[in-house]
Structures are given as structure tokens and as C-alpha cells.
């Protein structure tokens, strides 16, 4: 009997044509689109396209000639993923609600209602790859894989995933590129061939993130400073580098955060309130004039003030490395998990679409310390980082600092 797949349909082309290739191979496909965000019941109102997205999706699934559902997850979207948002952005940290999303949504609640209506898969419209091995003691292990489009690869957003979730998941778009992808629909007189990708989080819809989070997390004046690229605090850290003379120290000091005190620098403006912003960023501030434009260096939310430096190339931006707290560290997968005590290479991003640099991951009694060959810039608290061995994605992170 053919094995039955429940496909998460957006409305969007890649999930239309990952349907369209499971009808193809001879599954027997139901498409299931869910409603993620409801008027009035996250945020809002009226900015979220989704019932256009689910027509589409219908249509497709119509076309397609397989059933189709639709399930409402506003309300467990908002408990894990709306709401942690907020919680983390109030604590100053940078959340990743897409890398969430899949944990917490799209492999979990609706990998369950998928469960109850009989899959033995659900697949998804990522560009990524998955395959499997026999160990010795006779056990499968999943691997997670780039996709085959390097410009679109999306193993960042499944970096969370356990082998359990692995196991019952298939990408079907993840050997072909985009352009195939598109090429496909076409073909196939798709209505969603020449949609156009949809950008970020559907709750969020046209809004700015700041205005999003205005919502929830209430304005609150505070300075902008800007810290010199010759202040005393970046002499202090190489100075400190010379004398470590355990691997340890070193270690602590390659991967911890510089922390700042408002009188570091000069105050060059104001704003309304450290927890909208995101270390990197540079649009938003509002401050003028300076010969090179300003980042955002560090923000902290109990005193609500921003940092800011001068340049890309600021010290303050950029950092050897970063730390992952024990109970953060998550391996796909888990047979090549790290012991205390170990040092290993791999090849790393610590965001979506980052090209892959070499660090080395020091596993210590109280986490995973980071190490980059290069400096990397705009290291977030909240944020994750992902480890690879060349397009095999092993393990994540959420960044402590
Ligand atoms: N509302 C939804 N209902 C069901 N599945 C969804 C929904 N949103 C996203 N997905 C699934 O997650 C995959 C990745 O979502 P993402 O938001 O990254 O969309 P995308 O890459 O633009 O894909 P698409 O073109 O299919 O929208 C989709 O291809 C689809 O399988």
C-alpha cells in the first residue's frame, strides 16, 4: 500500500511543487494548510494575507487532485512562538522564530494532527536534503543535509529538529533549485508558479518588527552612545589575551561579550527603548553625521541604553567567538555528540544565508565555547549557531552571548 504523506501547503510554490513530486512518486498525499495567526487573536489586524494563501493552497490541492485541510494553530503559535518572541526580546536577546517554528510547530503540533490523520510522513517545502545510515548496532540515524540550491538553503531553520522528528519528515524540493522549482509549477499549471517567496512571519505581515513588538513591549527612552574604536575596553581585552596562560582563560575571553558602561562613550542621540534592537543593526537609529555610518555594538536592557560604534570594521562588532550554555546545545545528530573534554572542527553560520566559516567548538562542563578562525561580526544572544561537516548540518546552538 502506498505510504501516506501529509504535506504543509502555504499556498507558496515550493510547497505546491514538493506536492506535486510526492503525487508523482506515488504517495498518497493530503495537503494540510494551517492558520498560524487570527484576526485580533495574536496582533495585528487585518496585515496577515493568510486567507489568500489557503485559497491558493486549495487550489493547488484541487488541481493536484488530493484532499485538503486546513487546521487553526493561532492559538499554540502564540503560546510558543508569538510569546517567546516577546520574552526574548524583553530580555535583549535576539529570538528566531523560524527555527522555532519548525521545532515547535511544523514538526511537532502538526507532525501530531499529520500522526492522527494517518501519515507516515510529513513533508515540507524546505530547501534541504535528508538521509539515513545503518549503524552498527543496527539503527537508523537521519542526517540532515544543505539544500542543493546554495542560495537557498534553509537546513538553518530545521537545526532544531530531532532525530525523531527526522525520521518521519521529507523535503521533496531539496535536489532541485529554485529556478527548477518554478520551472516545475509552470509546467504543471500551477497557480502559485509566479507567487512571489513570502517574506518573513506571516503574523508580522507588512509591519516593521519595532511597531510588532510596540505591541507588547512598551516604549521607554533611553541613550544612544557611541563607544570609540580606540576606547580603553578593546586594549584591555588583547592585554588580557597575553596573560591567559590556561586554555581555559583563553577561552573565556575569546567568547565572552565586552560590557559596557554608559560613561564608555559619548551619548549621540535618543531612542525608544534597547529592547527593539539587535546588535548589527544599523538602520533605525536616527543619528546622523558621523563620518562612517553607526552600528548597533550592544544594548542593555536594564539601563536601556544602545551602544554603537563606528564602521563595520569596529572592534565592538566584531568577535573571535561565542559561547552555548549546556542546556542549550542541541545535536541532530546526537551519535556524534561531544563529550566534556573534547575539541573538534567543523564548519559554521551563526545566521541564515551566512556562508560557512571554520570554528572550533570547545565542549566544557558548562557549555559549548565557539571559537571562529575569522572574526565574525553581529554575534546575537538568542540567535543560533549551526555546525556542519560540508552539507551535513550536526548540530545548533542558541547563542549565550
Ligand atoms: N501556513 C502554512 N501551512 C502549511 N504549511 C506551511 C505553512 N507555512 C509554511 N509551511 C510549510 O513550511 C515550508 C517552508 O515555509 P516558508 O515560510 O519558508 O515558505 P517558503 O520557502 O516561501 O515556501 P512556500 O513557497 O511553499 O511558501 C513551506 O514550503 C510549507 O511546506
Redesign the pocket.
Known sequence: MAKRVV??????????V?AHLLVEQGYEVIG?????WHDGSVTIQGECP?ID??ND?LLVANKLNIPFQSVDLSEQYKERIVDYMFSEYEAGRTPNP?VLCNREV?FDV?MDIALSLGADYV?????CRKDSFIDENGKEVFRLLAGVDGNKD?SY?LSQLSQEQLSKALFPIGELTKPQVRDIAAEQDLI?AN?K??QGL?FIGKVKLPDFLKQQLLPKKGNIVEVSKEHQIYADREAELLKASTEEEKLEILTSPYQYKPTYGKKVGDHQGAHYYTIGQRKGLGVGGTPLPLFVIATDTKTNTIYTGQGDQHPGLNRQGLKVNSDEIHWVRTDLAMKVGETREYMARIRYRQPLEKVTLYMKSDGLYCVFENKQSGISAGQFITWYTDDELIGSGVIAG
Open positions: 504535506v504543509g501547503l502555504s499556498g507558496g510554490v515550493d510547497s505546491s514538493a494540510l494548510f494551517m492558520i498560524n493568510w494563501d489557503s493552497a523560524d511544523k502538526f513533508a515540507m517545502g524546505h530547501y534553509q531553520f502559485t507567487k517567496d513570502s506571516c
